[in-house]
């Protein structure tokens, strides 16, 4: 079955210890982006990446790390996760590459994650 | 970046269809609008998109105006199920906006 996995579903950690969330994909998509979403705020790009090794900054990328070492991962990095960091996350991957995006996102079902 | 208007929220009769507006009046000659809708905290699942011409799936059709600027998602039976928000979207390349979306409430 074709999808987005990521992992952990729901994650409680405290400020300053450093997580990875995994995001996975089956698809042999180019495309990776990660979203956090917060109540009023709507869903917003943190990181995306048209391909391997290829990452651009979205629109609230601070706070936040990625790497693309292989096509089918797009770890999402918190060096030193703050309670503004406490959201829900979402990893999403579509085929495409820069000239081509005619193609739609798949998301994964999210990461609950909770600094105190 | 090309962003989009929608109106906060809407109300449908069950069986009636659902018109969702969307404005994307700087949206460039080569970007898709692209809709999504995402039920209580899941991951947004996709539901149609196109570039010029109106285009008709299983779940919806979408109809973009001669000039682009904007689009409506119709949903010919709206059921309880179709309550979600809905999101409209231009895609130009990586960069993504997703914007507040629309709060479809479908009642019966």
């Known amino acids: 079955e074709a999808q987005v996995t990521q992992n952990p579903r729901y994650l409680i950690t405290v400020t300053g210890k450093k997580l990875t969330v995994t995001c996975s994909q089956n698809m042999n998509h180019e495309y990776m982006s990660w979203y956090r979403q917060d109540p009023g705020l709507g869903l917003r790009q943190i990181y995306y990446s048209m391909n391997v090794e290829v990452t651009d900054k979205g629109d609230v990328p601070e706070g936040y790390k990625v790497s693309r070492k292989e096509k089918r991962n797009f770890p999402l990095i918190l060096e030193s996760p703050s309670p503004n960091q406490t959201s829900l996350y979402f990893c999403?991957?579509?085929?495409?590459?820069?000239?081509?995006?005619?193609?739609?996102?798949?998301f994964g079902n999210g990461t609950r994650l909770t600094v105190t | 970046d090309a962003k989009t208007t929608q109106p906060p929220s809407m109300d449908c009769a069950e069986g009636r269809a659902a018109n969702l507006p969307c404005n994307h009046s700087t949206i460039s000659g080569n970007e898709y609008v692209y809709w999504y809708r995402q039920i209580h905290s899941q991951g947004p699942q996709y539901i149609i998109h196109?570039?010029?011409n109106n285009e008709t799936n299983e779940m919806a059709s979408l109809i973009i105006t001669e000039d682009r600027k904007s689009s409506t998602l119709i949903l010919p039976h709206a059921t309880l199920r179709d309550t979600a928000v809905y999101y409209c979207?231009?895609?130009?390349?990586?960069?993504?906006?997703f914007g507040q979306g629309t709060e479809l409430s479908v009642k019966p």
């Open positions: 999403a991957s579509s085929a495409g590459d820069r000239l081509n995006y005619n193609s739609p996102l798949h």
């Open positions: 196109g570039l010029k």
């Open positions: 979207i231009v895609r130009p390349g990586g960069k993504l906006i």
